[in-house]
């Protein structure tokens, strides 16, 4: 091992220590506050968050920068959801960190509602105009999310060009934080110094409290497993059901038994605000990510670990036998469906064996993630004489292409900072290879919402004194949710539903 890879893993080690124990501080230190009892009157600007991810966070912070005070409700020990896993980042547009000419993406509109496919465009009335608006809120207020995001001390400068984007617009800090903990640990930390937050870890909602057309509150159960009541207006932010296998996931897409996921196990939430009479819509259009590693070391675990989609945007390529077999930048059901035609694999979970193959440009670009990868097992850093003999040619193609000198066979355009040149190809250039599989990854489906985040019951009306923001609603993404869209829906969401609960107890 050389002087310079030993040092590279020394540090990392280091960092993911330094992370390690700085996260173990951050969730184990007790979030104390005047709070004492959590049974106050609506007058006494008081509000509930279900959810510790960044939408219940996004939330919580835009409450207390109004002065009312919060108790958030945690089922699980730490705080962060499946946000603080995201990898890739979140999107915003137009933002002064886009290449190009200040300010020239216009396009996240129409990306969105291109990637919301068939459940956009065949739906109408009511349900069509829903659907505009929430797109419009979430593309209209991207910017300004990355700019609140900034102004709390994220660093969001690295900016990627994902699947089904027609423009760089997806944000990460330029160091190694993954941008899912960097934006968590802010918000949190932040929190933290308020004496109007309260967290309460391992404590799971169980029974939202309505009386007439209006909610007052939650029943819940402690960490000690006594039965309790809290009552005020409620934001509901429990993430979505990639993770409810035997639940919501086998009763919407039972087609999907089997196959691994990105998510932890976890119940789905929905269920609580259905029981109030809000509507769920988009229930059956669940995200698989194409890619998720199989870990060499556990084959057939049926949680993997995603491989961050920015892999294939910084110019990744996806090999079967050798042979590319779909543009890479095509949106993820797009992929995902290319690969579900190929064999799959011998065992369980449902796995297929496609190769995600980057150069040495791409792993310049996105080293803080590959570093890690490589840690883990899950990358190997090689030679293309360990591929299959095919490889070799499908490289050189691939080179040719993304140096402008032929057009790719498969349409890709974008070939973010591959760098490997057509005439250096040779048995010995250097690769970083990974397994891949599609993974059922996030739920587009969840309750049905407006613009303001208000839940909707069957006539259409809003249910008084309850909001929901997050992968716990629908109607945002259609079909398919675009890889950075997801924080970004919880930062938006998140934030107005606070500043409507505001609005309301005024
Ligand atoms: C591995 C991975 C990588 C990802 N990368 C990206 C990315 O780069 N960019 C992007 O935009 N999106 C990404 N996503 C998707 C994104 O992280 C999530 O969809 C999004 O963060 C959901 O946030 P949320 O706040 O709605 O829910 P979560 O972050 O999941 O938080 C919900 C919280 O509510 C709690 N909860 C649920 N029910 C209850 C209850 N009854 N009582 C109390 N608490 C409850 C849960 O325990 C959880 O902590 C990724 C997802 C995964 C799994």
């Avoid at 040495?360 to 030679?383: C, P, W």
Wanted: charged share 20%; proline share 5%; aromatic share 8%.
């Amino acid at each position: 091992m050389s002087r310079k890879t030993l040092l590279t893993i020394v540090s990392i080690s280091l960092f993911i220590a330094l992370a390690s124990i700085l996260w173990r501080h951050l969730t184990s230190t007790p979030f104390t506050s005047p709070i004492a009892d959590v049974n106050m009157a609506k007058e006494s600007k008081f509000a509930i968050v279900v959810g510790s991810g960044l939408a219940g966070l996004s939330a919580a912070s835009t409450l207390i920068a109004n002065g009312t005070q919060v108790t958030l409700f945690e089922r699980s020990l730490r705080p962060g959801g499946n946000s603080i896993k995201a990898s890739s980042g979140i999107n915003g547009a137009p933002t002064r960190y886009q290449p190009g000419p200040p300010f020239s993406d216009s396009f996240f509109y129409a990306d969105t509602i291109a990637s919301s496919g068939s459940v956009f465009t065949s739906s109408s009335g009511d349900v069509r105009q829903r659907r505009e608006k929430l797109t419009e809120k979430l593309v209209n207020d991207s910017a300004g999310c990355i700019e609140w995001l900034v102004k709390k001390g994220v660093d969001l400068s690295a900016v990627a060009q994902l699947g089904g984007h027609s423009f760089p617009r997806t944000h990460r800090g330029a160091g190694k934080t993954p941008p899912g903990y960097a934006i968590v640990s802010t918000l949190l930390n932040e929190l933290k110094t308020s004496p109007l937050f309260k967290l309460q870890t391992s404590c799971v909602v169980t029974k939202v409290l309505k009386f007439g057309r209006k909610v007052e509150g939650v029943e819940y159960f402690d960490a000690d497993g006594e039965e309790n009541e809290a009552r005020g207006p409620v934001i509901f932010a429990t993430g979505g059901f990639a993770g409810d296998a035997n639940g919501l996931l086998a009763t919407y897409r039972p087609d999907l038994e089997g196959f691994p996921s990105t998510n932890d196990a976890r119940p789905g939430s929905q269920p609580l605000l259905t029981a109030i009479g809000a509507q769920l819509l988009d229930m059956s259009e669940v995200q698989v990510h194409p890619t998720a590693f199989v870990d060499p070391k556990d084959v057939q675990s049926p949680v993997k670990f995603l491989a961050a989609e920015l892999l294939r945007g910084e110019g990744g390529l996806l090999l079967y036998g050798g042979k590319r077999f779909i543009n890479e930048m095509q949106t993820r059901k797009v992929v995902t469906d290319a690969i579900k035609t190929l064999p799959l694999a011998e065992g369980s979970p449902r796995q297929w064996d496609v190769q995600l193959v980057l150069d040495e440009g791409v792993y310049q670009n996105a080293s803080s993630h590959i570093d890690f990868y490589i840690i883990k097992g899950l990358i190997r850093k090689t030679t293309l004489s360990e591929l299959d003999p095919d490889a070799k040619k499908t490289v050189k193609e691939y080179s040719i292409a993304a140096a402008g000198e032929a057009e790719d066979k498969l349409g890709r355009t974008y070939f973010g900072h591959w760098e490997l040149k057509s005439d250096e190809v040779s048995s010995e250039s250097v690769v970083y290879i990974g397994r891949v599989t599609p993974a059922v990854h996030f739920t587009m489906g969840g309750v049905v919402i407006n613009e303001l985040a208000e839940v909707l019951d069957a006539d259409g009306e809003k249910i008084h004194g309850v909001w929901a923001a997050g992968e716990v609603a629908g109607g945002v993404h259609g079909e398919n949710r675009l890889g950075g869209s997801s924080l970004l829906e919880c930062c938006v969401f998140g934030r107005v539903a606070a500043n409507e609960l505001v609005k309301y107890i005024a």
